[in-house]
């Protein structure tokens, strides 16, 4: 099945793109990211479809955006009806492999992965559903600026714990297909949590970079000079609890600097696994994230909005074999994802059974010009209302009910300073986005349904915490009859089918 590539997709958790050299960052230090992008297809304006994990991973996996699949916040269960880019991979013909984090909430926690190699970082209950009717309140396991203020190296982390078992799983599997007798081509999925908050890296990666070095946001702002979106999130995150000083913000920064190199380096170690497997000749590599980080700018942290730091993820394909390196000039999105990659695997028209809200960017892939368009929506923690995004040509449009309508030129504004909807001579163009805000979304209907979702949820968690608590996390199963020697096998079998490559090939 030469023609029928194998997919590789390495996913960092919270990456935006601007902290990576293929995008201009002059600080990062990524060689391997680096060298996947020179010799790869590089889209320069990527983003995600909702600023925070669960929503955008489900986007991404289904091809639809958040209110058409229920993924409202990072406690919303993705129903298991609900087809996959690994359902319909998996139905032509695909090996689906799933190694780390998808934030999968509720029973179904393989939706369409025919294996999955390790549990998740995260919960899969509905322990953290929002409340938009008791907003004033900040649960414990909302985002604080703990993250910030007790930034820094360290010797182990939860995250470090579980990227270091992600990629161990993940290129063991690689070597697994490579021994095994299944010659179907295989999608698989590498998800790592970092450069996820908290901002604690061990020193390794620390002392990879010079704190000088380090550099301070770009846009900082007097919190009455922020839009009120952004001052919900303040609240949200702690901000109006907690000051942050700039050797903290520093600090803060230096730390996800390091996760980044962290990053690359298992990048890197996939890399090197594949070739060594005889895999990477017929393999096309893709570099996501779901999405960004504020670090500091507008004095806000963490994501939950549609600024640039928060929303603009990175986005590179790699398969010289196929494409020759270019760079992407439109915008796209992770909704995008499922049609490109059953394009890329099916090689046909696929048969999708329900409408999808990307396109495939299989032309873009080629050296043709895209749609340029993305379609955002953010309905979570930190909102009172539905918000919802528009980005097309150099413009970018936010509306939500509550709020002041928000217009930023990224041409003549990349760091979104001013806000050019309140002006006169755009007061036209902002009719013509509300008008397609209007019929693009009842968003009356999606608020009701997001209330009345977070309700349904809460009733749920409740109960089920009472008497005997049955969880949903995922568990791998592991088979220890079938590993290394055991007495059913002939040892010289064994050893024979283990070893690879085998003497003389």
Known sequence: MADRPNLLILM?????????????????????????????????????????????????LAGRLPAAIGAYDNAAEMAAQTPTFAHYLRRAGYRTILSGKMHFCGPDQLHGFEERLTTDIYPADFGWTPDWTRFAERPSWYHSMDSVTQAGPCARTNQIDFDDEVVFNARQK?????RGRDRRPFC???????????????????????????????????????????????????????????????????????????????????????????????????????????????????????????????????????????????????VDVLPTLCELGAGRATDYATPLDGHSLAPQLGGAPGRDEVI???????????????????EKFVHSAPDPDQLFDLAKDPDERTNLAASAARAADVGAYRAEVAAR?????????????????????????????????????????????????????LEAMARFPRPGV
């Open 188 to 334: 698989m999925v590498v998800s790592m949590t970092h450069p996820h908050d908290p901002y604690t890296v061990p020193e390794e990666y620390w002392n990879r970079y010079r704190h000088a070095d380090i550099d301070m946001p770009r846009v900082e702002l007097a919190v009455d000079q922020l839009d009120p979106h952004s001052r919900r999130l303040r609240h949200v995150c702690g901000l109006d609890r907690q000051a942050v000083t700039a050797a903290q913000v520093r600090a803060a920064r230096h730390a996800y600097y390091g996760a980044v190199s962290y990053v690359d380096d298992q990048i890197g170690a996939m890399l090197t696994a594949l070739k060594a497997a005889r895999l990477d000749s017929n393999t096309v590599v893709v570099v996501l994230a779901d999405h960004g980080d504020m670090l500091g700018e507008r004095g806000l942290w963490y994501k939950m909005s549609f600024f640039e730091p928060a929303c603009r993820i990175p986005f590179i394909v790699h398969a010289p074999g196929r494409y020759a390196p270019c760079r992407v000039r439109e915008a796209a999105s992770l």
């Open 174 to 178: 690689l070597f697994d297909i490579a």
């Open 376 to 394: 955002g929506e953010y309905l979570a923690e930190g909102a009172i209302a539905p918000v919802v995004m528009i980005r097309r040509g150099c």
């Open 12 to 60: 960092a958790d919270q990456l935006t793109a601007g902290a990576l050299p293929a995008y201009g960052n002059r600080v990062a230090k990524t060689p391997h990211l680096d060298g996947l992008a020179s010799r790869g297809v590089v889209f320069d304006s990527f983003y995600c479809n909702s600023p925070l994990c669960a929503p955008s991973r489900y986007s991404f």
């Open 441 to 493: 979304w009842d968003l009356a209907a999606v608020h009701a349904e997001v209330l009345a979702s977070q309700r349904r949820r809460h009733a749920v968690y409740a109960a089920l915490r009472e008497g005997v608590y049955t969880p949903w996390d995922y568990q791998p199963g592991r088979d220890a009859s079938r590993m290394y020697i055991r007495n059913d096998q002939d040892l010289g079998d």
